[in-house]
T-cell receptor, first 111, second 113 residues
Framework: DAKTTQPNSMESNEEEPVHLPCNHS???????IHWYRQLPSQGPEYVIH???SNVNNRMASLAIAEDRKSSTLILHRATLRDAAVYYC????????????FGQGTILTVHP | SAVISQKPSRDICQRGTSLTIQCQVD?????MFWYRQQPGQSLTLIAT?????????ESGFVIDKFPISRPNLTFSTLTVSNMSPEDSSIYLC??????????FGQGTRLTVV
């Protein structure tokens, strides 16, 4: 499994953009980059994933470096509900359910 | 999406006893996964449960301690056997029905005293 490095914590103000970085320099060529988040007292929830191109969905954007060794999750306008632990997880193969979670980034959003 | 129900949501158990956690999914899935989240830590995969075959355990987890059943395509159980305080954790089940993302239950918070 590819090793990931994320900041332990980050802070943001409400309605400001947040850029959450992740290094995954040992990612395999076929692994997608997945992002999950875990809100307090809940199970993780899927945020976004991508392979090479930048991706957008209703929750966030994912910017992937050209060499795929790093990626950045972008929350365009942080809300208090976005306060969570964010996990960057390279995954692929036959199952996207078999996930290796790192320590993640604790995001604090200030009102 | 997938709706996953776990029971119980929390429990306090005496050391030396066993607890069986149930996971029910609202649709049929091939694989179900069981994770453990120790206090203040990230999630660790315990095992993968396929219907009709024995579960596949990750390094550091054994069937005698965490027996798993998978009687059909919508249900699985995880038993935490002969519990000690070190087993106090949140246990979560998940599925990957869409083959692009995983869905998690709310978890079972276990405290062993």
């Amino acid at each position: 499994d590819a090793k990931t490095t994320q900041p332990n914590s980050m802070e943001s103000n409400e309605e400001e953009p947040v850029h959450l970085p992740c290094n995954h320099s040992t990612i395999s060529g076929t692994d997608y980059i997945h992002w999950y988040r875990q809100l307090p007292s809940q199970g993780p929830e899927y945020v976004i994933h991508g392979l090479t191109s930048n991706v957008n969905n209703r929750m966030a954007s994912l910017a992937i470096a050209e060499d795929r060794k790093s990626s950045t999750l972008i929350l365009h306008r942080a809300t208090l509900r976005d306060a969570a632990v964010y996990y960057c997880i390279p995954a692929g193969g036959t199952s996207y359910g078999k996930l290796t979670f790192g320590q993640g980034t604790i995001l604090t959003v200030h009102p | 999406s997938a709706v996953i129900s776990q029971k119980p949501s929390r429990d306090i158990c005496q050391r030396g006893t066993s607890l069986t956690i149930q996971c029910q999914v609202d649709s049929q899935v091939t694989m179900m996964f069981w994770y453990r989240q120790q206090p203040g830590q990230s999630l660790t995969l315990i095992a993968t449960a396929n219907q009709g075959s024995e579960a596949t355990y990750e390094s550091g987890f054994v069937i005698d301690k965490f027996p798993i059943s998978r009687p059909n395509l919508t249900f699985s159980t995880l038993t935490v056997s002969n519990m000690s305080p070190e087993d106090s954790s949140i246990y979560l089940c998940s599925v990957d029905r869409t083959n692009t993302e995983a869905f998690f239950g709310q978890g079972t918070r276990l405290t062993v005293v």
